[in-house]
Each structure stands twice: as C-alpha cells, then as structure tokens.
Antibody
Framework: EVQLVESGGGLVQPGGSLRLSCAAS????????MIWVRQAPGKGLEWVAS????????YYVDSVKGRFTISRDNAKNSLYLQMNSLRVEDSAVYFC????????WGQGTLVTVSS | DVVMTQSPLSLPVTLGQPASISCRSS???????????FNWFQQRPGHSPRRLIY???NRDSGVPDRFSGSGSGTDFTLEISRVEAEDVGVYYC?????????FGQGTKLEIK
C-alpha cells in the first residue's frame, strides 16, 4: 500500500524557516517524480514544486523561487521541502504527492506563518 | 500557465438527484503524445484530495460508477448520476498536459 506521511509543519514567524519531510513507503520511491502541493486555509490547490526521480531536475512555482528548495533522499525514501524567508501568504497545508498525475497524496502538514 | 475555470462554484443538490460540474481550460489539453492529461479530484471535509477520474474519463479503482467524466478540447464535465451523502465536499479539475500543472478553483457540493 502506498503511504506518504508528511511532517515538519508548525508555527513560524515571517522571515523564518521550516523544513518539511515526507516519508514514502509501499512503492519504489526512486522510480517516481515527487511533488509538493499546498492549500491555503479555505482555498484551492496550488502546485509548489516538483523533483525528478534522481533529483537532477527541479521546478518551482514563481512565488517560491529562490526561497524554497525541494530535495530527496532515495536511500531514505524521503522527500523534503526547505522553506526559507517565509511569508504570511505561505501559510497552508502542504501535501506530498507521488507523480504529477495526483494518484497518491499524503495527509498534509500545516504551516502557519504569523507574528 | 493554463487557467482552469470551474462552474458552478457552489452546487446544492438533493439526495438521489444528478449533479454536473464543468471545467474549461484556457488552452487545448491534447498532449503531443495524443493523450489528454485531465483529472478530477474529490476533497471531503478534513481529508486530502482523492483522484476520481484520470485522462478525462477513466475512473480510479474504488470510485463508484455513479461518477463519470467526459470532454474534449477545452471543455470537460464531471457527472454524478445520483448524489449520495458521502459525495459532499469540494471537487477540483486539474490538467497536467502543459507545465506547470494547474487546478480549477473548486466546486463545493452540498446537500440541499
């Protein structure tokens, strides 16, 4: 059974940093693109970042470029999102998703950016 | 980026009655490989999104057959033949034909 479990969310002040993690199991992690999607409170879904199977290609939505870094450790079956210079508008539930076809989602981890 | 526009944004439905959600894309969604990479998702309150339909009309495993998807070009539809209480939630369309993947605004289905 495919499982994606996010962690690392929490309350942080504007300008602060957080590192999200996603532990994957039930499939061959290194065979799949991995994606972060976020959902602001009461709002819709927004793609944030994607990373290729071997980590060689990474893509970001414009609003996070230069502030967020997506990475992975295939030996640990783990996906990460390093978030720096956080803004109030980055507050959201962040979902880890396998592949861009959206077949498998984690339960999400809540990030709140507030003073 | 491809803009996905859903309608209606709010959909009150009587139990047992049909429901229909429309999604229009700002560009055609036929990929160079001939496929249309267009999906529908359901998000029940307090849950993660769940994919219902992929590549326009293919139901995911475990999705009741009262859900069906159709469409072509830039216009797509999700239909529920007879709404049940468990169908309450927000429905999103999504395209992955063109980078970056983009979602519709969501349609909130509620029981009248």
């Amino acid at each position: 059974e495919v499982q994606l479990v996010e962690s690392g969310g929490g309350l942080v002040q504007p300008g602060g940093s957080l590192r999200l993690s996603c532990a994957a199991s039930g499939f061959t992690f290194s065979d799949h693109w991995m994606i972060w999607v976020r959902q602001a409170p009461g709002k819709g879904l927004e793609w944030v970042a994607s990373i290729k199977q071997d980590g060689s290609d990474k893509y970001y939505v414009d609003s996070v470029k230069g502030r967020f870094t997506i990475s992975r450790d295939n030996a640990k079956n783990s996906l990460y999102l390093q978030m720096n210079s956080l803004r109030v508008e980055d507050s959201a539930v962040y979902f880890c998703v396998r592949d861009n076809n959206g077949a498998y989602w984690g339960q999400g981890t809540l990030v709140t950016v507030s003073s | 980026d491809v803009v996905m526009t859903q309608s209606p944004l709010s959909l009150p439905v009587t139990l047992g009655q049909p429901a229909s959600i429309s999604c229009r894309s700002s560009q055609g969604l036929v990929h160079s490989d001939g496929n249309i990479y267009f999906n529908w998702f359901q998000q029940r309150p307090g849950h993660s999104p769940r994919r219902l339909i992929y590549k326009v009309s293919n139901r995911d495993s475990g999705v009741p057959d009262r859900f069906s998807g159709s469409g072509s070009g830039t216009d797509f539809t999700l239909e529920i033949s007879r709404v049940e209480a468990e169908d309450v939630g927000v429905y999103y369309c999504m395209q992955i034909t063109h980078w970056p993947e983009t979602f519709g605004q969501g349609t909130k289905l509620e029981i009248k």
